[in-house]
């Protein structure tokens, strides 16, 4: 009887070679395995491909679409923040050119802009908190298409009508985007970096509103096809972000199936008293930007008596773009302090802007818009960087939605109001009347936000 052939236990080289790569593939990406657990023992040397938010660090779940790094889909995100801003103001340098063009008065105005500040109310309240059901990415495809619809819908406008169409569209996928723009940030960034995901939100927002203020108005005074121009360049970037949005990793592991309902704003027990803080805060900063967005290039064009149009815009610039700059210099304040104190800067600026309107000033209206500016800045930073810190995972597109409601709300209420009012009160008044009050809730947010340090 023969003995049985000797099989060495030890694989070839070759198959040494493949079962390692194998290994370090599976090392590198185990959600390959979870996704095709064939795949392994059908070819050992194979290696598995990378995941899309896998790849960027993000933890979504596994698909083999090739995808951006993390770090360049965080700053994406806070650039859709920007644009949005940037493009919810860029039709208000043209308004007076409408307004001659079709003939309608300063109340058709001031219900154009209503149109788009409750467009985005009513996005907040629908589909506020979808992207947290299906993802983030989805929501951004959707919402940065529907804005380049509006662009078009501006572009091609020949009646008011238009103007009330594309606002009430542009409004909507604005919220829709805000939402899981925001959302996204802290997603991608946000565990390691709260604080940084706040900073970089604050300065987005700010720097979105004042550069868009200046590049329209560039483009109107140009005089080169101002009632379309704008909105080109418009079309352009959100086809580039679209184009970004394309490619971004998802963040969010674990979705369901979307369900559209009017949602009642809610926030976690837990986070009311840091909510309570940024809610504060962006009423009171987001207020003064509602009064200059819809009164404030009257305002300056008269003071420093002069119809070009970057002049009129002025003042909206210098409060926006200072506030920007503002939270970058202060961006390592305690949240508490850069609250309190960028309230108190805000109240003294806007108290020097209604003293400019009584006494004709324009220096002094430029100085309180600088130093409203700094106050808008850090107060708004402030809030938003305390209640960054602390949003549950699963809750971030629901409590950033009721954070841009009451920042949307303080944005729109007073615009309406001085826009409906100032036909009665006169220019100067109007302002004294709503630049006071602003002045008495940033007050009383410097106080309230002093008691929770």
Do not use: K
């Given at each position: 009887?023969?003995?049985?052939?000797?099989?060495?236990?030890r694989?070839?080289?070759?198959?040494?070679?493949?079962?390692?790569?194998?290994?370090g593939?599976?090392?590198?990406?185990?959600?390959?395995?979870?996704?095709?657990?064939?795949?392994?023992?059908?070819?050992?040397?194979?290696?598995?491909?990378?995941?899309?938010?896998r790849?960027?660090g993000?933890?979504?779940?596994?698909?083999?679409?090739?995808?951006?790094?993390?770090?360049?889909?965080?700053?994406?995100a806070?650039?859709?923040?920007?644009?949005?801003?940037?493009?919810?103001?860029?039709?208000?340098?043209?308004?007076?050119?409408?307004?001659?063009t079709?003939h309608?008065?300063?109340?058709?105005?001031?219900?154009?802009?209503?149109?788009?500040?409750?467009g985005?109310?009513?996005?907040?309240?629908?589909?506020?908190?979808?992207?947290?059901?299906?993802?983030?990415?989805?929501?951004?495809?959707?919402?940065?298409?529907t804005?380049?619809?509006?662009?078009?819908?501006?572009?091609?406008?020949?009646?008011?009508?238009?103007?009330?169409?594309?606002?009430?569209?542009?409004?909507?996928?604005?919220?829709?985007?805000?939402?899981?723009?925001?959302?996204?940030?802290?997603?991608?960034?946000?565990?390691?970096?709260?604080?940084?995901?706040?900073?970089?939100?604050?300065?987005a927002?700010?720097?979105?509103?004042?550069?868009?203020?200046l590049?329209?108005?560039?483009?109107?005074?140009?005089?080169?096809?101002?009632?379309?121009?704008?909105y080109?360049?418009?079309?352009?970037?959100?086809?580039?972000?679209?184009?970004?949005?394309?490619?971004?990793?998802?963040?969010?592991?674990?979705?369901?199936?979307?369900?559209?309902e009017?949602?009642?704003?809610?926030?976690?027990?837990?986070?009311?008293?840091?909510?309570?803080?940024?809610?504060?805060?962006?009423?009171?900063?987001?207020?003064?930007?509602?009064?200059?967005f819809?009164?404030?290039?009257?305002?300056?064009?008269?003071l420093?008596?002069?119809?070009?149009?970057?002049?009129?815009?002025i003042?909206?610039v210098?409060?926006?773009?200072?506030?920007?700059?503002?939270?970058?210099?202060?961006?390592?304040?305690p949240?508490?302090?850069?609250?309190?104190?960028?309230?108190?800067?805000?109240?003294?600026?806007?108290t020097l802007i209604?003293?400019?309107?009584?006494?004709?000033?324009?220096?002094?209206?430029?100085?309180?818009?600088?130093?409203?500016?700094v106050?808008?800045?850090?107060?708004?930073?402030?809030?938003?960087r305390?209640?960054?810190?602390?949003?549950?995972?699963?809750?971030?597109?629901?409590?950033?939605?009721?954070?841009?409601?009451?920042?949307?709300?303080?944005?729109?209420?007073?615009?309406?109001?001085?826009?409906?009012?100032?036909?009665?009160?006169?220019?100067?008044?109007?302002?004294?009347?709503?630049?006071?009050?602003?002045?008495?809730?940033?007050?009383?947010?410097?106080?309230?936000?002093?008691?929770?340090?």
């Open positions: 009887m023969t003995d049985p052939p000797l099989v060495s236990s694989p070839d080289r070759a198959t040494r070679r493949g079962g390692m790569a194998g290994a593939a599976l090392a590198a990406d185990p959600g390959a395995l979870a996704a095709d657990p064939g795949a392994l023992a059908a070819d050992p040397g194979a290696r598995p491909a990378r995941t899309d938010a790849a960027a993000v933890g979504a779940p596994a698909t083999t679409r090739p995808v951006l790094p993390a770090r360049v889909a965080y700053w994406l806070a650039a859709v923040i920007g644009l949005c801003l940037f493009a919810s103001v860029v039709p208000s340098p043209l308004y007076h050119l409408y307004a001659v079709w309608f008065s300063s109340l058709t105005l001031t219900l154009i802009y209503a149109t788009y500040a409750f985005v109310l009513a996005a907040l309240l629908t589909v506020g908190r979808v992207s947290d059901q299906i993802g983030r990415r989805p929501v951004l495809l959707v919402a940065l298409g804005l380049m619809v509006s662009s078009v819908l501006f572009i091609a406008a020949r009646s008011t009508a238009w103007l009330f169409v594309a606002r009430a569209v542009q409004g909507v996928a604005t919220g829709a985007a805000l939402s899981a723009a925001s959302a996204a940030l802290l997603d991608l960034r946000g565990r390691r970096e709260p604080a940084g995901a706040g900073l970089a939100n604050a300065v927002s700010a720097a979105g509103l004042g550069l868009g203020v590049v329209s108005s560039a483009l109107v005074e140009s005089g080169t096809a101002p009632r379309t121009l704008p080109v360049l418009l079309l352009v970037l959100f086809v580039t972000a679209l184009a970004g949005a394309w490619w971004m990793p998802e963040p969010v592991a674990e979705r369901s199936a979307l369900r559209l009017l949602q009642r704003p809610g926030v976690p027990a837990g986070i009311r008293r840091p909510f309570l803080l940024a809610a504060l805060a962006v009423l009171s900063s987001w207020s003064i930007g509602g009064l200059f819809s009164l404030g290039a009257e305002l300056s064009g008269r420093f008596g002069t119809a070009n149009v970057i002049v009129a815009g003042g909206g210098a409060l926006a773009l200072s506030g920007a700059l503002a939270q970058l210099a202060f961006r390592r304040v949240p508490w302090l850069g609250a309190s104190a960028g309230s108190v800067a805000l109240a003294t600026g806007m209604v003293v400019a309107a009584a006494v004709n000033s324009s220096a002094c209206f430029l100085a309180g818009s600088l130093i409203a500016g106050g808008f800045g850090v107060a708004f930073l402030g809030g938003l305390a209640l960054t810190s602390v949003i549950p995972p699963e809750h971030r597109a629901a409590v950033m939605s009721a954070f841009y409601l009451v920042a949307y709300s303080s944005l729109s209420v007073p615009a309406v109001l001085a826009g409906a009012l100032v036909g009665h009160l006169g220019l100067d008044t109007t302002f004294e009347v709503f630049g006071s009050v602003v002045a008495a809730i940033a007050l009383t947010m410097a106080a309230e936000a002093w008691r929770t340090r």
